[in-house]
């Protein structure tokens, strides 16, 4: 039974002793159950929940990049692939005028973004060699926009 069902039956604090009234309550209702998912979906959940977690760590990585050389008047557009593009000359140029250690900062965390990219693209790979064996994965990839 979700969490989010259970909810609704708790009329009172958050304790225990309601917290199992709430979801004895819950289980008497009709139409709320969860299938029981295999080790096999409950895999591909996790690199799923991995892969999000990571594309997260990139955005605040790559925000805080873009943050950093917006401070020294280096400016480029918006995404990942633009400052992928664009760093390494933004970097060589500044190390004419900046301090040796803040742009060695500034490229390892250039780094730390193009391992973080690596691991996404190594789950992404993942994910799609478990999705070929799946049926129903296949049937979803197979309709027009979706697959």
Excluded: C
């Excluded at 998912?37 to 892969?51: G, P, V």
């Excluded at 917006?70 to 760093?87: D, F, I, N, Q, T």
């Amino acid at each position: 039974m979700p969490g989010e069902y259970v909810k609704a039956f708790n009329i009172r604090n958050k304790n225990d002793t309601a917290d199992a009234q709430a979801i004895w309550r819950s289980v008497q209702q009709p139409g709320k159950a969860v299938a029981v998912k295999t080790e096999a979906q409950q895999a591909m959940l996790s690199l799923h929940r991995i892969r999000s977690q990571l594309m997260k760590f990139r955005l605040m990585q790559t925000n805080e990049l873009h943050g950093l050389l917006a401070e020294y008047g280096e400016v480029m557009g918006k995404g990942y692939a633009s400052l992928v593009r664009s760093v390494p000359d933004i970097l060589s140029r500044l190390s004419e005028r900046l301090p040796a250690v803040l742009i060695n900062s500034l490229h390892e965390q250039l780094s730390e973004i193009n391992r973080i990219d690596k691991r996404i693209t190594d789950i992404e790979y993942k994910i799609r060699e478990l999705s070929k064996d799946d049926p129903a994965v296949q049937a979803i990839s197979e309709i027009p926009g979706v697959g």
